[in-house]
């Protein structure tokens, strides 16, 4: 990726994580997040909250049963628990998102990577998901009774026909992008944290690259809008909170 | 994971509780250490909503996506840990005369009912009100915040090798049963579910009966 200075239509701001690193942001209704997974590798496990109420949230449930899916790609919008789209999934070069199996802890990191700590490390330490997310949310005033299931972009997580869960190796590619349009106004928490179910082996070492960007009016055709009837319903609720 | 059958020698007259709970209707309680509740499906094809907390800490509560993740495995059967958010388990199925159950499908709602089925659904009953109004009964803190990613015991949501997922008739059939036995002192928080837009009741809300033994 440029730097912030290369001429990027509507660019707000452009920042990198670190492997590992947690970030939080308000992202405005009309601006889009671009993710990319620089190095190849990553994972990116995020939270979405209703930014001017955050009893409102992202639905795992909700938004596979209502789009009847397993995973999320472009086209897939993120239901709250409210009947509303909280983001749209405008733009995919990746073809799945996993949502279901949760996100890294203590243990899974110490499992799968060695769990190095920060009196060794440095900065280098082996930084897991629920740390991560606890750390961020408490700075909105959030905590534990507000966590709920998360995405976990760029990763890959099938079932078989007796419900059993496989991590699918390679999958997350350099250059990877993900973009996301917002259509309330929302609270974006994430990290870039191993997926819990990732190979063992060395800390990955993918660094993630994020744009916020302004995004355009919503057309009547957009694809997310009109890519079933539960979407275009959602959105019609959507509409009138804001009336 | 084969839809193995397991039954239980428990017998009804020596519980120390045994109540039935309408369709429409939910039931909140606090299980101690150590004592086993059953459900029972009573006409077949009953969707419970189920929520679990950890009582002497209700923001520790069961995590539908640690324990798909600890067991990789989606369905829930005799042996699953139900696992918390900070990873510890609440309670275990100690027995399990449907086969599996769904833990993905989560609950209704009146809000999701208008996008899933047509937005003039809004006033159709729905697990989530019930799950809300009940937690308000709770002596401690709990309300819709706490309302997390539940099991829905006795529901059929399968997923295919591509990535789909459908909601099908229940395999549950009458007088099909599941019992957990509580690994620390456990808050339940059940709604049976109202939902008549879809085969997760078979269109037709019956009945469930719980039972709680000491061991």
Known sequence: MGSASDALPGLRFRTTLEPGEGWSHGLKRGSRLRITDVDGGANVSAMFFNADLPVERYNMPD????????????????????????????????????????????E????????????????????????????????????????????NFFSKVVADDGGGLTWVAGHAKPG??????????????LNSTPHPLAAPGPYPASRVSLEVLDAGPLAEDDVCRTSCPQNGRAFANTERYFL | MTCEIVDSERDPAAAR????????????????????????????????????????????????????????????????????????????????????HDTLGGACSRESNTVRYSLDKHAMHACRDTFSRLAEDWPGDLSKRDLTHNINFFMNVPVTPEGGLRFDDGISAPGRYVELQAECDVLVLVS????????CNAYDPTPIRVLVWDD
């Open chain 1, 63 to 106: 938004t596979l049963k209502g789009q009847h899916t397993f995973f999320l790609t472009r086209g897939n919008v993120l239901y709250s628990d409210m009947g509303r789209v909280l983001v749209s999934i405008t733009e995919d070069s990746c073809g799945w998102h996993d949502t279901v199996t949760g996100h890294s802890t203590p």
């Open chain 2, 192 to 199: 049976n579910c109202p939902q008549l837009n879809n085969p």
């Open chain 1, 108 to 151: 899974t990191v110490r499992q799968g990577f060695g769990g190095d700590r920060y009196q060794e490390a440095r900065n280098d330490y082996h930084r897991n998901g629920r740390d991560s997310f606890l750390q961020e949310l408490a700075k909105w005033g959030l905590g534990r009774r507000d966590w709920m299931a998360n995405v």
């Open chain 2, 17 to 100: 509780l045994d109540q039935v709970v309408p369709a429409g209707e939910g039931w909140l309680h606090e299980l101690a250490k150590g004592q086993v509740l059953r459900i029972v499906d009573l006409e077949g094809n009953q969707a419970a909503d189920t929520l679990f907390y950890d009582a002497s800490d209700t923001a520790n509560r069961y995590s539908a996506v640690d324990t798909m993740r600890d067991q990789r495995n989606l369905y829930l059967t005799t042996g699953s840990r139900l696992l918390s958010t900070r990873g510890t388990p609440l309670l275990t199925i100690v027995a399990d005369t449907c086969g599996r």
């Open chain 1, 176 to 189: 990877a992008q993900v973009e996301l349009r917002a259509e309330m106004n929302v609270l974006v928490v």
